[in-house]
């Protein structure tokens, strides 16, 4: 089945830091806005299908040594609302199992109104507008 | 390879290979023994305050139970264990070790006394190279440290670690604390800094009940409970960061009963996933830092009906490496020589019963190079 190039949400709508569930095609799609970039999960923790737009989100915790913490890339994960697994929301990976589990990533762009009025693509149910930038995932 | 051409030297056990005895026991016969070994003041303290006439027999270890001797491993006097000769007879020659690490679980180690839990553990250390390690060639030891003082612990294991003769540190697995805290590193530290592994066998210091909500009435609960024990010192050394901190450091847990150990490391993995921010020291799954750092000797064994148990073990753990043969002499969990829950005609065998003990212990080859002395 070929993809779709779906319009889900205005830029301005999914501020940095938040995310929002999606449905395209019957997928469900978690999107989250990271300092201005965006990226799209499926909503399902490959575990047990908890929504992982539900979860936390989190930075990385590490050390080396017993007692001397860190925490890097804060906001770059989400831990599944369930049991708490760690998703790297860039790739999905999982942090604990990172070869062998991992949440489904999808393409994300952010398009000019203006382009997108040309189609082809699917608005859903999503009114486009010339002036504003939109996010887009291909499905 | 100088590990070769040992090897060829050694005497063929009752298996069809070199075997190495990962846990037999020597047991201190009273108070009395150790007396020559103290120093004027402490001597004349045991006399004047009647320490001489007491026994530090563990509660864990009582000596008149049955499991603490095979009858025919029972001397006719004293407690089972203080004999060489038995020893030599019913272990050493009888199953054809080529050595054998004795271990000493005695109540001394145990002591509130800091400064008298000290001096007994030198005590005992230097009467077991005089009356043991110097009369038998085969054998090897484990230092008893007075465990409620981990520095001064450390401070024995310094002055035995020129005798390559010894080559494990003993503790318990029930201690002061949960054996990874902090409290306890000046122990690994040292036992790392020597290439010695840390046995740690079932056994209690008493400060805190083996069921962890409160005393039980019987033998039985004591017993039984101590492979709760292993499982709780095993996700402490993994949580704390123990191998973090001591990337070198085996640890070999002796009369654990062996079998428990994959279902909790299940339970660990799969709970570590959820919360291991708060341990981010530890970088892999649990059971793949015990798989690398854990040993474990093979009697007693647990063992459910069915068969190929100690293979499947090796299955679930995704290792070979794993598990160290023992006699567990004087104490009676088989009769005869039938101390290997597995065939000794399989590759595993081999590992099992010789390869693993010196991947384990790299103070045995410097020993059996002729080192004996300091």
């Known amino acids: 089945m070929s993809k779709k190039r779906h319009v889900v949400a205005a830029v301005d709508e999914v501020p940095p830091g938040s995310r929002k569930h999606l449905n395209l095609a019957g997928r469900e799609i978690a999107l989250f806005n990271l300092g201005g970039e965006f990226f799209a999960l499926g909503d399902k923790c490959p575990h047990e299908s908890g929504s992982l737009c539900a979860g936390k989100i989190v930075g990385l915790a590490e050390a080396d040594t017993p007692g001397h913490y860190r925490l890097s890339r804060d906001g770059e994960f989400v831990k599944c609302p369930w049991h708490g697994w760690e998703f790297d929301i860039r790739t999905g990976q999982s942090w604990c199992d990172p070869t062998r589990t991992r949440a489904r990533a999808y393409e994300t762009a952010v398009a000019a109104g203006e382009t997108l009025v040309k189609g082809p693509y699917v608005a859903d149910t999503y009114p486009v507008r010339v002036e504003e930038n939109y996010i887009v995932i291909d499905v | ?374």
């Open chain 2, 1 to 374: 390879m100088a590990e070769a051409a040992q090897v060829a030297d050694r005497p063929v056990s009752v298996f069809g290979h070199p075997v190495i005895d990962c846990d037999a026991h020597i047991v201190v016969p009273s108070i009395k023994t150790i007396m020559p070994y103290l120093d004027a003041y402490w001597r004349q303290q045991f006399l004047n305050r009647g320490i001489d006439k007491i026994s530090w027999n563990l509660t864990s270890d009582p000596p008149n139970a049955p499991i603490s001797g095979r009858p025919d491993w029972r001397p006719a006097n004293g407690k089972p264990g203080t004999d060489l000769g038995l020893l030599r007879s019913g272990a050493l020659d009888a199953f054809g070790v080529t050595n054998a690490i004795m271990t000493c679980v005695w109540g001394g180690a145990a002591l509130h006394s800091e400064d008298m839990a000290a001096v007994v553990c030198t005590a005992v250390n230097d009467w077991v190279t005089k009356e043991w390690l110097d009369k038998e060639p085969r054998l090897r030891a484990s230092i008893v440290v007075p465990l409620n003082n981990p520095e001064l612990a450390a401070e024995e294991i310094e002055r035995r670690a020129g005798d390559p003769r010894f080559v494990q540190v003993t503790m318990f697995v029930a201690g002061e604390t949960p054996l990874g805290k902090r409290h306890n590193w000046p122990i690994f530290l040292a036992a790392e800094k020597y290439g010695m592994p840390v046995g740690v066998h079932a056994g209690s210091l008493y400060h805190h009940p083996m069921m962890t909500n409160g005393y039980g009435s019987y033998f039985l609960e004591d017993y039984v409970a101590q492979a709760f024990a292993f499982e709780s010192a095993t996700l402490s050394l993994v949580s704390e960061g123990v191998f973090a901190k001591f990337p070198n450091l085996k640890v070999v847990f002796q009369e654990s009963g062996v079998t428990w150990l994959p279902a909790c490391l299940w339970r660990f993995n799969k709970t570590w996933r959820g919360v291991r921010a708060e341990i981010p020291w530890v970088k892999k799954p649990p059971k793949d830092i015990v798989r690398d750092h854990i040993r474990l000797t093979t009697q007693p064994f647990d063992e459910p009906d069915g068969a190929g148990r100690l293979e499947r073990f090796c299955e679930m753990m995704d290792s070979d490496r794993m598990l160290l043969f023992s006699t567990d002499f004087p104490h009676w969990h088989y009769e005869g020589t039938d101390a290997l829950p597995l065939d000794p005609k399989s590759a595993l065998a081999r590992r099992v019963l010789f390869d693993n003990a010196l991947e384990t212990y790299p103070r045995l080859a410097a020993g059996n190079a002729g080192e004996t002395r300091p």
